[in-house]
DNA sequence: GGTGTGACCAGCT
DNA sequence: AAGCTGGCCACAC
């Protein structure tokens, strides 16, 4: 069983996950990894960003921080300032490369993709 | 084909 | 209390 399309499983999702996050909204590495069942995975979360862009672009991976809030990804963006940029152009505030109320903003892929 | 690295997280010292 | 190491999976050389 699991065909070929078993292939890309955590990556894959990694990249589904992502995209159903809501505007104005945040997620974290840790939680989409706790969300595909491995929260040790978190780092290959990050890693699935890095080709994002290139693997499907489009992706919007400004909205996925680390577990604190802070913006750790937004050297990778082409411009340091284009991930707090594209935060608050969405509604989200960014101070100090953290995101304000980040409790408010985070969202829960187990807990909300299932509703959705 | 082995080694190293990577946008992390959590536990141990 | 804070710093560090380990662990996880996938890609590049």
Do not use: C
Not at 14 to 35: C, K, L, M, S, W
Not at 73 to 98: C, R, T, W, Y
């Amino acid at each position: 069983m699991q065909s070929n399309k078993d292939k890309a499983n955590f990556f894959d999702k990694v990249y589904e996950v992502v995209y159903r996050i809501p505007h104005g909204r945040v997620t974290t590495y840790g939680a989409i990894a706790a969300y595909l069942g491995s929260r040790g995975s978190s780092r290959m979360v990050g890693w699935a960003m890095n080709h994002s862009h290139k693997a499907s672009p489009g992706i919007p991976a400004h909205r996925v921080v680390n577990r604190q809030g802070v913006l750790t990804g937004k050297h990778h963006f082409g411009s340091p300032a284009m991930m707090q940029q594209l935060l608050e152009n969405e509604g989200v505030i960014v101070e100090d490369d953290q995101v304000v109320d980040f409790r408010e903003k985070f969202w829960d892929p187990s807990r909300n993709i299932d509703d959705a």
